[in-house]
Structures are given as C-alpha cells and as structure tokens.
C-alpha cells in the first residue's frame, strides 16, 4: 500500500519536475535573447541598411526581403497544396494512388531543409537561371512547405462533416459548387492554420535560403528583388553572427525574429478563436 | 394509378453486400408513402436511390429500373443535378450549413441560377411560411442558423428543400431526433404539404406511420414483403411478416 502511495508520488513529480523544466527553458530562451538583442535593436537598425561607405548598419532590406518571401513562397504554394488536397480528398477514389500521395507528403516532410536548398540552387538557380534571389528561394520554399499545406488542407476537408455536403448535393449542386460554397469554407479555419504555419517555417527558415535567396541585402522593390539576392532576417542572422561576427546585431535580428514568432503565434490562435466563433453563428 | 415515381426490380450492393433486391414499388403523386420495416432493413439506402442520393458511396452498385415520371433516371443524358432539383431529400440529422438562415434557403435556388435580391428574398419567405418555421425566425433571417433549436434546424432544412421548388420529397427519419412538440409540428407540416408535393417517408415509429401516411411500404433484409394502403396494411396484414413486425413482435 505504501509502496503504491511512494510511486504515485514520484510519478507525480517527475511530470511536475519536466513541466517546469519545459516552461522554464522556454522563460530562460526568450528571455535571454530579449534580454541580450533588445538593447541592440535601434529605429535606425530597424529603418536602416548595412553600407561600409557610411558605415551603417540596419536590416531594413532584410525585413522587406522577409516579407516579399512569404508573399512570392504562398503565393507559390496555397494554390497548389489546397489543390491538390482538394483534389484528393473530394474527388480521387481514395485508394493506392491518393495513401502514395500522402506518404510522399509525409516523407518530404522529413527531409533537411539544406537539402531543399542544395536541389533548390541546382534546378532553380542553375538549370532554370532564375537567378538567386526571390523567385529561386520562394520556389525552394514553396516545395518545401506544399506538404504542410497539403497534410493541414486535407485535414481541414476531411474534418468537414458529410452531412453538409450530402445537404448540398441534395439540392442539386454539382461536386465544385459543393466544394466552393460548402466545404472550403468549413475548412477555412484549418487552412488558414496552415498558411500561419508556413509563415512561421518561411520567416524561421535559413538553410534553404542560403543558397538559393543569396545573403546579400539591399533594400530594394519587389521586382528587383526578385531575381537579385536578398537575404531574409533569419539568413541575415546568420550571415551577422558568422560572416562579420557581429554578435550584438545577430542578437538584434534574433530578438525581432522572436518577436514576429510570437505575434505569429498569436496571430493563428486568434483567428483561429474568430472562425469558430463565425462557424457557431451569433 | 398515376406513378410519380416508380422502382422495378431494383436491386442494389454496396460492394458485395446486398441492400436491395429487386424491389418494384410505386410511389403515387400527392400522397405520403412511408417506409417502415427493422433497422439495416435498406429503407434508407432505397430512398436514397431514388434521387441517386447513393452514388456518393463509394464501390455502390445498382440493378433494375427506377422511373421519375415515365423517366429511367439512370438515363446517361439525364442531367443528375436537375433531377435531384426534382427529388428533394430532408436527412435524418438536421444538417444545416453553417451559414444564416437566409443563405441556407437561398442555397438552392443560387444553385439553380436565381441571383435577383427581390426574387430570392420572396423564396424565402414563402419556403419558410410553407414549412412553419417563418414565424419563428423572421426576425433572424441573418442569423446563423446553427443557432436554432433541432426541430427549427429540421424545418429550416424543409424550408431549404422546398425552396427549390421540388416535385418530391424524401424525408428519412426527419423527426427521429426531435422532441414530441417538435415532432408532431413536423407531421402536420407533412399532412400540409402533400397538397402541393409526393412525399416519402421513412420512419421506425408505426403510431407516425399510421398518423400520416396513405401508403405503406414494408422492408426486410433488402425486400420489399408488401406495400398498400396504410389502413389496409394495418388492419389487414397481407403477410405474417408484417404483421409481426407492426404489432412489435420483432424489429
Ligand atoms: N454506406 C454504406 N456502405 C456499406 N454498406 C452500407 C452503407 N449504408 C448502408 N449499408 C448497409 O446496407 C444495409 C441497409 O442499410 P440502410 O441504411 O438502408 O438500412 P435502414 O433500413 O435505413 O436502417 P435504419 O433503420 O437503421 O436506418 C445495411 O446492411 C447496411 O449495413
Ligand atoms: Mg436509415
């Protein structure tokens, strides 16, 4: 009896020991990088860009260049991922070909990010002379998110209940009609989660930039950029901490970085609290 | 007797189990035909074949005929969404889409190309009023209409079906999940409405059957055992099975 009543308790708190040691990493991370870039992160290096001619620094082109990648990369990717789920969850037989599909979803996945940027800089930049830059990395990138998408896209769908589009068809609509005005919009909130997802893997994502969105940044248009390089924050991270050994400006960038992670995390719970209040009505 | 829509030797498998067999039956204009017979019986896998409601199951097999007005709808030249337009289906589970009353009524004659405001907003109205609901939620016509009650929900989902104007309508077990209020509300509706529709029905509750029907249909395993006039087939069970069936000595 007593032995039960010791066991109980240890279990209960080793669990009690491991959630605390989960939140107070987490505390020591983010309050370490707020702690050691915040101090570092000035309007001019937020507005600015690095010149040795003027000896300035800043990552205002960094934080364009960011920004244009996410827009190029899902501009890229949703039309094809929520497609393709589309396509496999409403109107494919499910069977061999769409399970393969799925498991080669799964299995991209997986794979390292430098690969992605190795293959990326090879078919992209190389083969097709896209040059370095924009349109190379956010194709990179769109490839390397699709499976996210695809896997969060199908979910959404298959999460829709069958009732509704029984309700449709029954009044006449076609299987489009059904999809359109029944069932992407039940799976809106899950595609939105995805998108958000991707967002927070495309700001995040350094190694399979490098190679196809250049390191180099200069505030630039849309356009230029495109096909001229242009480094994202987290790559300009890299390139601070490694190639000038600027700790102090790596840690910036870092606390920004975080910055945006948090108000993308935030940003999905929130909508995702918006549609379902949407969906129940009133 | 002049058949709306009529079934011969329909036989049907969902993959090698079979459903139905041969079952030939005729549903007569402005009357209620109610279906009854024990659960797994194929009452409703047979009303969904007659708007071919069936085909979104997968591995699904038919044989046999079923005529909609002289017509074999499984004709290939036959367009599918025009003749479900025609045979309208109201589903066991309310099933609202999660969208306002109004759009849920409006969804089906959008579907069949009706855009204009005043047009639509007449529709619904007159659908609503038909299926006993208007009252109810005139005032919340924007409103989501998964915020209703079940039995509003199910005459919301009526409401829908009438909208698009139909010639039939399918109901199977469409008060099974409602309380008494509700339920008796939904069967005067039915008495109402076979004035200006055929309506089929399914149902597992024989005082419902008896209540509202002309016509009786009763199933076991996938066969059609007799179909007549509901006081007849009550009264005088042509066939032992379906007496013991209705007088709750199985099922
Ligand atoms: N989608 C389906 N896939 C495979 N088999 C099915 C499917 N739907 C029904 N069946 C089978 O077909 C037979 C008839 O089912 P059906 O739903 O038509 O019965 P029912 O008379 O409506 O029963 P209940 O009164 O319980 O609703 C059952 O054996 C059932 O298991
Ligand atoms: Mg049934």
Redesign the pocket.
Known sequence: MGGRRVRDGLLRGALWASGVLTCALLAFLIGFVLWRGLGHVSWGLLTGQRSYLNHTDGIFPNILNTLYMILFTLAAALPVGVGAAVYLTEYAPAGPWTSAIEFAAETLAGIPSILYGLVGMLFFVRLLRLGTGVVSGGLTLAVMILPVVLRTTQEALKAVPRSYREGAMGLGAGRWRTVYTVVLPGAAQGIVTGCILSVGRIVGESAALLFTAGTAARAAGLLRALHTPSATLSVSLYVYANEYGDLDTAMAIAAVLLLITLAINLLAARTGRRLDRQKGGE | MDAVLSTHRLSLW?GT?Q?LKGVSLDVPAHRVTALI?P???????FLKTLNRMHEL?PGVRVEGEVLYRGRSIFDPALDVTALRRQVGMVFQKANPFPMSVYDNIAYGPRTHGIRRRGELDAIVERSLRAAAIWDEVKDRLRKSALSLSGGQQQRVCIARALAVEPDVLLMDEATSALDPISTSRIEELITELKRSYTIVI?T?NMQQAARVSDRCAF?LQGELVEAGDTGRLFSMPGDRRTEDYITGRFG
Request: glycine share 20%; aromatic share 14%; net charge positive.
């Open positions: 969902y189990n459903a017979g659960s797994g019986c194929g009452k409703s896998t199951v399914v597992h199933f």
